[in-house]
């Protein structure tokens, strides 16, 4: 029988879960890289919560104080950097703040906001999750001892994948604006490199380019589309 969980809240953190009795705050859109976040932070004892949009993660902190914020810069309703930037300036201040994208620009967008340090995704490894989060962290709750870090790769559940991508057909299916089609690129583009979908970010980044140019963006928006609905009607979500 397992113990209560105001038993294990009450546990240190040990080598075997270094991040026991943190908090994180995700605010991150996409289900398949939370899904990731989700169970590193379950196998190194921290407690996560998640915020899908920076509206969504002012009104948790309003209630909440985590000891760890992790932002991805590409949200909808804007970029991921204000609110670093706001929770840097902030007093108290949060004891990790980290930015994350699968944008090779996004560590030096997050740490000229005010970031501690930056997660590129795709984020597989365990123990590159908790090295980030424990070299960040005060002293006195990490000390030295703790800083043994496992080097598991963990995979999230692909029917995570489906739903995002799910909500990227919706977008799609939507009247859709340049903001619009940004926000998808994005959001989409990210998806596709934490899932390591080779030929759907091949497609996004075409659309990428249309948009960028103003030309073509419907063909290439209806070959996305035409992609997506296919990952979507496959039939072997379940057998990985």
């Known amino acids: 029988m397992s113990e209560p969980a105001t038993v294990l809240n009450s546990i240190p953190p040990n080598a075997e879960y270094p991040l026991r009795g ?20 379950q196998r190194s004892g921290a407690r996560l ?23 991805d810069l590409g949200l909808p309703d804007g970029c991921g950097e204000t609110l670093i930037a706001d929770l840097a300036r902030a007093t108290p201040r949060v004891d990790v ?25 795709p984020v597989e490894s365990l123990g ?27 995979a999230p559940d692909p029917l995570a994948y489906r739903d995002d991508l799910a909500q990227a057909a919706e977008v799609m299916a939507s009247d859709y604006d340049r903001v619009a089609i940004r926000y ?3 959001f989409l583009g990210g998806v596709a490199h934490s899932a ?15 948009h960028h140019a103003g030309t073509d963006i419907d063909a290439k928006l209806a070959d996305l589309s035409a992609l997506v609905k296919s990952r979507l009607e496959a039939k072997d979500w379940l057998c990985d």
């Open 22 to 41: 943190q908090t994180i705050l995700l605010v991150e859109d996409s289900r398949f890289a939370c899904e990731a976040m989700r169970l590193m932070s």
């Open 49 to 71: 919560r998640r915020a899908d949009t920076l509206e969504h993660a002012r009104q948790h902190l309003r209630t909440y104080r985590p000891g760890v914020v992790i932002v």
């Open 97 to 121: 703040l980290l930015g994350t994208s699968g944008d090779p620009d996004g560590d030096i967008r997050a740490r000229i906001a005010g970031a501690d340090g930056f997660l590129p995704k």
């Open 128 to 154: 590159v999750f908790q090295s980030m989060i424990l070299s960040h962290l005060p002293a006195n709750p990490a000390p030295d001892h703790l800083r043994h870090v496992r080097n598991d790769v963990i």
């Open 184 to 186: 998808l690129t994005q």
């Open 196 to 210: 390591d979908d080779v030929s759907l970010g091949e497609a996004v980044d075409a659309l990428a380019r249309s």
